[in-house]
């Protein structure tokens, strides 16, 4: 049973940091994409970024690349997002996720198994 748990989210001002752990447990996660959707208030889940497990290859949405940098520690079988200038239309719910699908469905469909999600808010 895959079980992952997102801890990180809070409060910051725009134009700060913060950054997103995902404890990954339950599976050997060497043939998955781990890595992180939001949904902010009245809109739907989208991509935000994965991670490749095998190779660390790293693949962002257009609206984070740049400022995110996800990254991931094996030892600890961690996902990290850090999220630099951040922006109020950051605001969202962000959820760890992980799957074996391919990418383009991943980006399309989401995730095979979620977490509960971590609030992040960004005020001006």
């Known amino acids: 049973q895959v079980q992952l748990v997102e801890s990180g989210g809070g409060l910051v001002q725009a134009g700060g940091s913060l950054r997103l752990s995902c404890a990954a447990s339950?599976?050997?996660?060497?043939?998955?994409?781990v890595g992180w959707f939001r949904q902010a208030p009245g809109k739907e889940r989208e991509f935000v970024a994965v991670i490749r497990w095998r190779d660390a290859g790293t693949y962002y949405s257009d609206s984070v690349k740049g400022p995110f940098t996800i990254s991931r520690d094996v030892a600890k079988n961690t996902v990290l997002l850090q999220m630099n200038s951040l922006k109020p239309e950051d605001t969202a719910v962000y959820y760890c996720g992980a799957s074996q699908k391919f990418l383009a469905t991943i980006r399309k469909d989401g995730m095979d198994y979620w977490g509960k999600g971590t609030l992040v808010t960004v005020s001006l």
């Open positions: 339950g599976r050997t996660f060497s043939t998955y994409y």
